[in-house]
């Protein structure tokens, strides 16, 4: 239903392999300070070699399953792993699999040197398309904290509204919303 493999003019969104494990763990220790209180710890933390292998299998295992498509976000040229764009199936308060859910949630991150650069747009604008490509998805969502004002830019960029804001204990977190033109 998802392809694994996805192109745009200067990207490769490609699901996950084990194999990143090795480029991945250097980028989340060099990335830390810059992703931390954005995306979640799980995803986030360096942690041992062997632990991101487990990450990113249970990454795959998640992809295979239908319930959520995470997909690493390389360099098309360099082939450099730049980060991530991630499509997850949703009800209003919670991630579901995808039969149960009504809308899709895209999430992003990106290593700090990439950022500015009109990449996360880019593979955003793609799993847009991909998750409005999938049957009963007529709306997305994109949820940041609002501190985070660069993360708030992007779905502005593309044509999200501001729906809502949720209070949590340590932050404001802005529920962004696209429904595409009739």
Known sequence: MVPGFLRTPRLVLRRWRETD???LLPILEAN???LRGWIPTHVAEPVPY???V?????????FDAGREWRYALVSADTRRLLGEVSLFPRVAV???PFDAADHIEIGYWLRADATGQGYATEATRAAMSLALSLPKMSRLTIHCDERNTASAALPRRL???LAATIEEP????QIWEYTPPI
Do not use: D, L, N, T
Request: proline share 0%; net charge positive; charged share 30%.
């Open 21 to 23: 494990a090795a480029e």
């Open 32 to 34: 830390v300070g810059h």
């Open 50 to 52: 062997e632990q991101i």
């Open 54 to 62: 487990g990450r990113i299998e249970r990454f795959v295992a998640a």
């Open 94 to 96: 919670k991630r579901v």
């Open 159 to 161: 044509g999200f509204y």
């Open 170 to 173: 340590s932050c404001r977190i």
